[in-house]
């Protein structure tokens, strides 16, 4: 299969990786803004925050992670508007084209579809009151739009923002160890009642359908990125249910390594290359250091 590669350019203003930062792909029109609030006047002096687009605020209310999606022919007086009316949001995304070429059905294209996919995807609360309609563009315009948005959707995970970025896997296609090339790793505890099936593929690490899981969180809660907010997160959109006192997966979960797979598992952080195992005995570390040494 032939990969399409892409080339991510990102230029971080202030210099700093917290501050704000510019991100555009080769060959694609669009141009994204991304900034904390704190740097906010600094942001919507700049001249693409006048440009038509869509933008994206990020924060919390009620310590739940939320978002809100619009769009406007001219962010920044929008976004003045939002600074003084919505106070949970700190972090801002502009969406715009570097040629200011989006008009107003265009971008109303956009923003119904981002609010579609956050709904569907389900990963965070919507601040949105309704769901917006699709504005009526020519099927080449709204063809455009989609592969617009492609990109976009591309571009925002690699910037940090996850949460259009659908992590449930097919059910269909991790179903046995006959029907998968791809290697299989379980971890299981019987002291705890906990037992979990994995398949790598693709960099994925895809917990299968009814692994179980602890009940709770028992692990470390001070760190900002710590994985008992994912661990909230999985409950809370359905990927882990209760069930017999345990939580069991609803769905196949890609995960983006062994370490943040096994720490959901026990409720706690894990060492992933340890904790998983072969049908052979050999850990995840230890496949890999084979695989390594193949080359």
């Known amino acids: 299969m032939k990969i399409n590669g892409r080339s991510l350019e990102l230029y971080f203003v202030d210099g700093k990786p917290d501050g704000m930062l510019t991100a555009e792909v080769f060959n694609w029109t669009g141009h994204i803004l991304m900034t904390p609030r704190t740097q906010l006047k600094a942001a919507l002096q700049r001249q693409e925050a006048s440009y038509t687009g869509v933008y994206i605020l990020l924060g919390e209310i009620d310590s739940l992670p939320t978002l809100y999606i619009g769009e406007a022919e001219d962010i920044s007086e929008r976004i003045r508007n939002h600074d003084s009316k919505k106070d949970w949001w700190d972090t801002a995304i502009f969406v715009t084209s570097s040629a200011n070429n989006l008009h107003k059905a265009h971008v109303k294209y956009l923003e119904a579809r981002l609010v579609e996919t956050a709904r569907q995807i389900g990963r965070i609360k ?26 976009l959707l591309m571009v925002l995970p690699a910037i940090r923002v996850d949460v259009f970025l659908d992590k449930t896997r097919s059910e269909e296609k991790y179903l046995s160890r006959e029907e998968v090339s791809a290697p299989i790793f379980t971890t299981v505890s019987k002291k705890l009642g906990l037992s979990a099936t994995a398949s790598l593929e693709n960099g994925d690490f895809i917990v ?16 900002k990125s710590s994985y008992s907010k994912l661990f909230k997160e999985l409950i809370e959109t359905g990927i882990l249910i209760e069930i017999n006192g345990k939580n069991q997966f609803a769905t196949n979960y890609s995960f983006s390594s062994t370490s943040a797979a096994g720490a959901i598992i026990y409720g706690r952080s894990t060492n992933g290359p340890q904790t998983w195992k072969l049908e052979d005995g050999r850990t995840y570390q230890q496949w890999e250091d084979d695989q390594l040494s193949q080359d």
Do not use: V
């Not at 009151?129 to 492609?150: H, V």
């Not at 009814?210 to 028992?218: E, P, Q, V």
């Open 126 to 151: 919507l601040d949105n009151g309704n769901s917006p309609q699709r504005s009526s563009l020519p099927e080449a315009a709204a063809t455009n739009m989609e592969a617009f948005l492609d990109y």
């Open 208 to 223: 299968q359908k009814g692994s179980i899981a602890r009940d709770k969180w028992i692990g470390d809660i001070s760190a």
